[in-house]
Structures are given as C-alpha cells and as structure tokens.
C-alpha cells in the first residue's frame, strides 16, 4: 500500500531521526574505547622486596613509594640500575599508598590512616603531615591540582596546598563505573590508572572522568615471577622530555618501558 503524503513526510522525519541519533555525538560516547596493548622498549632492575604503591620520574630518577606496615618507606632510586640513592622508612603503624611529585615535594599517601606526609624532594626532611578522610591509593598531579585515588570509582581533585577537595570524578566506561582505581600518572594530558588485581591500565579523561582507552599489558611479566597473589601490577611513572612510559608492579624485579601500541 503506498501512503499517503502525510505518512511520507512522517516516515521521511523518523528516517532522518534516526541517522542522526546514530551519527549524534552522544552515540558516539557509547562506542568502546581503544584497546592498546605494548612493545617493551628496555627493562630495568627493580627490587623485589619493594612493594610499589606509587611511582613518579625525574631528572633521571623514579620516586618510589612502598607499602605495608613495618616496611613503607619512601625511596628515590636511580633508574639504570636500581639503586637507592634515598629513603625514609616510615613509622611502623603506617602503610604507604599513592605518590606524585609537586614543584620541590614529595606528597605520600597512606591506606587507612588518613594521613599523608610531604618531604623536601632533595634531601627528604619529612615538611608537614596533612588529613583527608576515608582510604588513600593513588597520586598524580597536572602540576596545578592533585589526582587522589580511593579505592572506588572516584578520583578526587585536590588543592595541592590546603589538600581540601575541590571536586570529584565518577571513572565510568560508557555507563559501566570502574571501580578499583590504584596507582595513578599524568600522561599528556590524560589520567592513566591502574585497576587493582588487573593487567590492564585506564587511559581516562580529567575533565569528565570517561574512559577512553584501554592498555592490556597481560604477559608483561611471567607468572613465575609472581611470587606473591599479591605482586600485581602497579605502578606507572612518565618522563614527559623523552615521552617515556615505566611501568612495574608489587614485588617485581624489572621496570619497564614500553611503547603503547593499538591492539589489532
């Protein structure tokens, strides 16, 4: 039967509707995210009693926070070959977490102690302690704001020097919320994390939380050489100058650098 104008016009509307529904920007924030995965450029000694919370580079050194109670500390180590040219244990009730370099400090979470410390990042004097409320995991900074972790799917935004929350970000893929969010770096203007108990690192967006990549670095290391249900990875540092990209985990004796390829 064929219709009648009215009916056209109306078929015609829909039509367009719907292809522009398709092709519309908020169809398109459903689409999956890329998957990546990695090429290892070179491998670097790690200690493996280090069990790595956080991790920052500089100048030539990566900043290294370790965890559980007794045996946190906070360490400044050469990256060539491993060596730990600085340390700060801390006290034995604490359990180090997240870390990043801000300006001429080292700011240091802990888990559940709602504590963290900031230290002179030349010789490591213990500056000030500051609050916040709830559990610590990971750290990174911009340079004008701090990135903080919990252990949900929220990262908080911090002041960096008042540590008061300014607002938070809900990590969600499309509408599905990722919780779990561990150590966290800055990387050319994204939010790279770990998902703990994961092999796989969201490449997320400051500005709204979205994620939009995904980096599978299962096989990184060999299960023989996790010696611990523990020893996950954890643990991504950025030199910025070379467009380096570390990553280690709990517990493992190489670092790596790796070159983030698309997934085929």
């Not at 670095?217 to 570390?246: M, Q, T």
């Amino acid at each position: 039967m064929r219709a009648t104008p009215v009916l056209a016009v109306a078929s015609a509307f829909l039509c367009v509707g719907a292809a522009f529904a398709q092709n519309s920007p908020q169809a398109a924030q459903h689409a999956r995210p890329p998957e990546y995965t990695f090429r290892i450029v070179r491998e670097f000694p790690h200690d493996s009693d280090a069990f790595t919370q956080g991790l920052a580079y500089r100048d030539g050194f990566l900043f290294e926070s370790t965890g559980l109670k007794g045996r946190s500390s906070v360490r400044k180590v050469r990256l060539e070959t491993g060596q730990v040219v600085e340390r700060v244990d801390l006290p034995p009730e604490y359990f180090g977490e997240g870390i990043t370099l801000f300006k001429d400090e080292i700011v240091q979470l802990t888990w559940q102690a709602e504590t963290g410390f900031i230290y002179d990042a030349r010789d490591f004097r213990l500056r000030q302690r500051f609050s916040y409320q709830g559990e610590g995991w990971g750290l990174a900074t911009d340079g004008r704001e701090l990135f903080m972790s919990d252990g949900t799917e929220n990262i908080r935004i911090l002041d960096p020097v008042t540590f008061t929350e300014k607002r938070r970000l809900r990590v969600h893929d499309g509408a599905t919320s990722i919780p779990e969010l561990n150590e966290l770096e800055l990387v050319d203007g994204q939010i790279f994390a770990n998902v703990w108990h994961s092999d796989r690192i969201a490449r997320i967006l400051p500005q709204t939380g979205a994620v939009v990549g995904w980096i599978d670095l299962h096989g990184l290391l060999s299960p023989g050489y996790r010696r611990d249900p523990e020893a996950v990875l954890n643990g991504i540092a950025y030199d910025p100058k070379r467009k380096r990209l570390f990553v280690t985990g709990k517990l493992w004796p190489r670092i790596f650098e790796i070159k983030v390829i698309p997934k085929r």
